[in-house]
């Protein structure tokens, strides 16, 4: 069965923490996905990675940095939490040239 | 641009009722097709997609979703709804011209009334 695990369900961190968001698939998928999800505005990706070391903006990159060392494993990275990153984050993969993607089951985060 | 709009925030249906969720998607091609459903607290499940073929798709838990051309639309359907129902319901277009992402509706959240 296919598999993608985020390291935390909730985490509550402090404004200016350094965050750190884990995500590991086990289907050798190429892309990995990570959005935000906000009431009322559905999923808005902030970046992705069609390879291993390669990553691109998505539409809202600003606040967060993405690595991607190993094909499956995708981190994200708040450098320096605020109040308005309070969000669920979800992670996705999908195999190269094929759009079906497979969630993980998300991270509360709460920035106080 | 390509987008995706799911007119419905809310929806409140009875258990045992009929349901049905627009879609409507803005794409030049023949568009890669998608509904996922998120439970609360929940990552997004797939529920059907339809790719290219017949146009009536079937899915997992009872839906079925018509993709029509003429309309742009990809509207999910039940004939009849269960309490375990209740969740929020996302279309997504298949962007192929980028790095395969998927282009999001905001979603439309299911209420079921007993």
């Known amino acids: 069965d296919v598999k993608v695990t985020q390291s935390s369900r909730y985490l509550v961190k402090r404004t200016g923490e350094k965050v750190f968001l884990e995500c590991v698939q086990d289907m050798d998928h190429e892309n990995m996905f990570w959005y935000r999800q906000d009431p009322g505005l559905g999923l808005r990706l902030i970046y992705f990675s069609y390879d291993v070391k390669m990553k691109e903006k998505g539409d809202i990159p600003e606040g967060y940095s993405v690595s991607r060392e190993k094909k499956e494993r995708f981190s994200l990275i708040l450098e320096s939490a605020s109040t308005n990153q309070t969000s669920m984050y979800l992670c996705?993969?999908?195999?190269?040239?094929?759009?079906?993607?497979?969630f993980g089951p998300g991270t509360r985060l709460t920035v106080l | 641009a390509q987008s995706v709009t799911q007119p419905d925030i809310h929806i409140t249906v009875s258990e045992g009722a009929s349901l049905e969720l627009r879609c409507n998607y803005s794409?030049?091609?023949?568009?890669?097709l998608f509904w996922y459903v998120q439970s609360p607290g929940q990552g997004l499940q797939l529920l059907l997609k339809y790719f290219s073929g017949d146009t009536l798709v079937q899915g997992i838990k009872g839906f079925e979703a018509e993709f029509k051309r003429s309309q742009s639309s990809f509207n999910l359907r039940k004939p009849s709804v269960h309490w375990s129902d209740a969740a929020e319901y996302f279309c997504?277009?298949?962007?192929?011209?980028?790095?395969?992402?998927?282009?999001w509706g905001a979603g439309t959240k299911l209420i079921i009334k007993p």
């Open positions: 996705a993969s999908s195999p190269a040239n094929y759009n079906e993607q497979f």
């Open positions: 794409y030049g091609a023949t568009p890669y």
């Open positions: 997504a277009v298949g962007a192929t011209d980028s790095n395969y992402q998927l282009i």
